[in-house]
């Protein structure tokens, strides 16, 4: 029976199921020891996978059967390989964040350690799967350690709410991927990709069809796509801060490249249509998911809003490399793919921080909401520093990573208005919307990082508010420097990227990147991150000499701050629900803002009121329309299948023998 290599790329994967063994030691060891585990795994992952891109080979790793029907193989290709070092790079943050984040941690630290690296493993296993059956095993796995990471907390109510409908998504997610894969077992006769990559170019259109839009129904669900998402800003936040860095920076891009592999390799990159559509998606989950993310006040659940915004902008490249593909463009192509791959490192890496961020202030604070935040950049300096960096990458400001891989992507979009007057005038409209998503972005993290860390305490949490414990902060500066690396020095990530490009597309992309602007196919502008920055120091240098030359030496003078003669009280700040009002007002056809303002007079008399209760909330469309009438249609449905279950024995023994004479007509 043929069996699994000894290949070092294994590696990783035993060490994250030594740690979950680890984790079982005890409560508080053995989950510390657990998190060193995937520390390492991480670190050896990494660096592996850095290797195998920087070699741009491919090599399986070996399979063994489990059934005459069902074989568990294993590959490694660049594709695979660039999508551990994802994984690797958020889960070093992660394992070491939470050595410092575990003791305000409560519940169940050994089912958390173990279920950690559980998590890490099941999602390595997903991108080196080479069968339908490993990648069946590894996805279900996957679904359900997370499903457990989000109930950690389950003594909670609105937890374990989360955690249910998140069961329920991503099982239908399964249901989606199971039948995708089933339609081409049908058409090959096989269950192993090799097989499947070699019979694509020969399948009909119809069952290319068919598969890219249930494998787009089963990614997207598990990526958060509109209005696929709505498990997301309800499981994120549930779970502890480290496993959400996880679960935003990496489970979700794991959909992404199943996506990629499936509807790539295994059945495209199909027609002009399909990128069309995946164009589309990504625009509306990017808008929607940045205006939702703007009317939030729970920290947590405003960036798993930002999930959803920054999944759209990553399949606005993707949908414009399939469209590029099929208009017979591959060095465009190329580009595109490399704009959505360089978002998918990015995002990773500043979600996470951001994520950790999150985390930190709860812990210090006791709260997620802004509104009872404030005034912690004076006593969370370190951490206020960090979420910072966060903030700007994630709002594409240079000269951080955001800004990079946005701009490849405009430069991406803009590819297409050569491939013709209909590809032009959906690129320009693709164009407008991410700049508005960037706008709105920035005016969103304005608005986080504005209530949270400036002005004055909200509640006496903040006011009592502390740094972190040290390994918290290492794994935070880790992540914010890598936003500078990755921003600064972006031609070491298209190296990285040449040999997945090459793989999928057969060409090389030519962005224009560097000190010295590399050759590109469209006429668009360049960029060189390293002369944009000394330009940005430069002005800032100058500003500062000027002000000094011009006023003098700077005095300094403390004082309370006032309004208009008054002691300025916190209630005297600006709130985030009164920051965000001109953004809900302005798309309140989107947004659907419900508000309740409820009036408490004085018991003596109705003229004079007591107290003024305020309520604000947002009605999703997608919720009104489209879950609300499903759910009612279900449990109508199982409303009348119910009236089968009548308790009468007589009836149960006509169903029995109704089936037994419809299997023999239909067996016969």
């Keep these: 029976m043929p069996t699994l290599n000894a290949h070092p790329f294994l590696a990783p994967v035993a060490l994250y199921l030594l740690g979950s063994a680890i984790a079982l030691i005890g409560r508080s060891v053995g989950a510390k020891l657990s998190h060193l585990t995937a520390l390492a795994a991480g670190l050896l992952g990494a660096a592996l996978s850095l290797q195998a891109l920087l070699e741009g080979s491919s090599m399986g790793l070996g399979s063994f059967s489990v059934a005459p029907f069902a074989t568990i193989s294993l590959r490694l290709d660049p594709l695979a390989a660039y999508f551990v070092l994802v994984i690797s790079i958020v889960g070093i943050a992660a394992s070491l964040y939470a050595l410092g984040y575990l003791a305000g941690e409560h519940g169940s630290l050994a089912g958390l350690g173990a279920a950690y690296n559980g998590f890490l493993a099941s999602m390595v296993l997903v991108v080196l799967a080479d069968s339908v059956f490993a990648f069946l095993f590894a996805w279900e796995a996957m679904s359900l350690v997370s499903f ?18 998140y069961l329920v998504m991503t099982h239908v997610s399964t249901a989606f991927l199971l039948a995708g894969y089933m339609v081409l077992f049908a058409a090959t006769g096989s269950l192993e990709f090799a097989d499947l990559r070699a019979a694509a170019p020969t399948l009909p259109a119809l069952t290319r069809d068919l598969v890219f839009l249930l494998a787009l129904v089963a990614f997207g669900t598990k990526a958060g796509v509109i209005p696929l998402h709505v498990w997301l800003p309800r499981a994120h936040p549930a779970a502890p801060s480290h496993v959400s860095a996880l679960m935003s920076g990496v489970m979700i891009k794991v959909a ?48 798993a809003y930002h999930s959803v915004e920054n999944v759209g902008i990553i399949l606005m490249g993707f949908g ?12 465009a192509a190329a580009l595109a793919l490399l704009a959505g791959l360089y978002h998918v490192l990015n995002h990773a890496v500043f979600k996470g921080l951001l994520f950790l961020g999150a985390g930190a202030v709860q812990q210090a604070a006791q709260t997620r909401d802004l509104e009872k935040l404030g005034g912690l950049i004076h006593r969370m300096p370190w951490t206020a520093a960090t979420f910072l960096v966060g903030a700007a990458a994630i709002s594409a400001l240079p000269p951080l990573n955001g800004f990079v891989s946005e701009w490849l992507t405009y430069q991406s979009l803009l590819s297409l208005s050569a491939a013709g007057p209909a590809a032009g005038i959906g690129a320009a409209i693709a164009a407008g919307l991410l700049a508005l998503t960037g706008g709105l972005a920035a005016f969103c993290f304005v608005k986080a990082f504005g209530i949270a860390f400036l002005g004055m305490p909200r509640s006496e949490n903040a006011e009592k508010a502390r740094e972190v414990a040290p390994p918290m902060l290492l794994a935070m500066a880790f992540l914010a420097l890598l936003c500078f690396v ?61 002000a000094r030359a011009m006023g003098g030496p700077g005095r300094s003078r403390i004082a309370q701050p006032w309004s208009c003669g008054i002691d300025l009280e916190p209630s005297m700040q600006y709130s985030a629900t009164a920051l965000a009002k001109p953004v809900r007002i302005i798309f309140s056809w989107i947004v659907r803002p419900h508000r309740e303002v409820e009036l408490v007079h004085e018991p003596e008399t109705p003229y004079f009121v007591s107290a003024v209760h305020y309520d604000a909330s947002v009605h999703p469309v997608y919720e009104h329309f489209l879950y609300a009438p499903a759910v009612r249609s279900l449990l109508a449905l199982a409303q009348q299948i119910r009236t089968l279950q009548n308790g009468s024995l007589r009836t149960y023994l006509a169903y029995l023998c109704a089936t037994l004479v419809f299997v023999l007509l239909l067996t016969r």
């Design 148 to 165: 457990f990471l989000v109930i950690h907390h389950h003594r909670q109510d609105e937890v374990r709410r989360a955690g249910y409908i």
């Design 256 to 303: 992404l490249y199943g996506l990629l592999r499936v509807g790539w390799e295994l059945a495209g990159p199909g027609p002009a249509w399909w990128g069309t559509l995946i164009l589309a998606l990504g625009a509306v989950s990017a808008v929607l998911g940045v205006l939702y993310a703007l009317m939030e006040h729970d920290l947590k659940r405003l960036l």
């Design 320 to 331: 414009a490399a399939f469209l590029l593909a099929s208009l017979g463009q591959p060095v």
């Design 486 to 546: 990755l921003g600064l020095l972006p031609t070491l990530v298209v190296r990285l990227l040449d040999p997945v490009t090459l793989a999928l597309v057969g060409a090389s992309p030519q962005p224009s990147l560097g000190l010295a602007p590399l050759s590109v196919p469209v006429r668009t502008g360049s960029l060189a991150p390293l002369a944009l920055f000394g330009l940005l120091a430069a002005l800032a240098g100058l500003g500062l000499i000027l």
